[in-house]
């Protein structure tokens, strides 16, 4: 079975551009989250989306947006890029369901805002 | 403010030696405490979790403890291996029944350096 994918793998930006990340979520996956990692914060929950609905959101500006499609793919919209934006940008996929050990992740999108 | 805290950004084990990472938290609604393991260049890797009904789960060389008065886990790896070398996550989610799996809260991060 095929892992999770992300397009693309790095990503230079200069502040003001808005940038789009892309997620490929397991086959059979329904759920759908996105997280930033940064030397500073760790990793941070941005959105969980699951059947096209976002369900879950963190604590992030809405210059952060996202949206899934019917076969669960699902894309990460950043405008307004500002310089702190820079970090690597986690996709990870799950099954419906209440556990949470079934989380498997992409391995990253490195996005560098200039 | 940080709900869930990895104070060791780095810790260094001898190769057969027992491995400790420590993980605090401060939110009591937290029932589900996951352990990640993220290589350079790589997502992270589910490694181990326990539910708070719990206070210990094991899975080969990997142990966590849950100790909920002092909202304390560990994880420890028995024995350790150079290819442990990585960086471990701890995360907790308020799940209840039926919650979502998206929205894990993460730690830091620690560093775990196995040498031969």
């Known amino acids: 079975k095929a892992g999770v994918t992300q397009t693309p793998r790095y990503l230079i930006k200069t502040r003001g551009q808005q940038v789009t990340l892309s997620c490929s979520p397991i086959?059979?996956?329904?759920?759908v989250s996105w997280y930033q990692q940064t030397p500073g914060q760790g990793l941070q929950f941005l959105f969980e989306?699951?059947?096209?609905?976002?369900?879950n959101k963190g604590n992030f500006p809405g210059r952060f947006s996202g949206r899934q499609f019917s076969n669960s793919r699902s894309e990460m919209n950043v405008s307004t890029l500002e310089l702190g934006d820079s970090a690597l940008y986690l996709c990870?996929?799950?099954?419906?369901?209440?556990?949470?050990?079934?989380?498997?992740f992409g391995p990253g999108t490195r996005l560098t805002v200039l | 403010d940080q709900q869930v805290k990895q104070n060791s950004p780095s810790l260094s084990v001898q190769e057969g030696r027992i491995s400790i990472l420590n993980c605090d938290y401060t939110?009591?609604?937290?029932?589900?405490f996951l352990w990640y393991k993220k290589y350079p260049a790589e997502g992270p890797t589910f490694l181990i979790s326990?539910?708070?009904?719990?206070d210990k789960n094991e899975d080969g060389r990997f142990t966590v403890f849950l100790n909920k008065s002092a909202k304390h886990l560990s994880l420890h790896i028995v024995p350790s291996q150079p290819g442990d070398s990585a960086v471990y996550f701890c995360?907790?989610?308020?799940?209840?029944?039926?919650?979502?799996?998206?929205?894990?809260?993460f730690g830091k991060g620690t560093k775990l350096s196995v040498k031969p």
């Open positions: 326990i539910s708070s009904i719990k």
């Open positions: 989306y699951f059947s096209e609905t976002q369900r």
């Open positions: 995360a907790a989610s308020a799940m209840g029944y039926g919650g979502s799996q998206g929205n894990l809260i």
């Open positions: 939110n009591s609604m937290f029932d589900y």
């Open positions: 086959s059979g996956h329904r759920s």
């Open positions: 990870a996929s799950s099954t419906s369901g209440p556990s949470t050990d079934t989380q498997y």
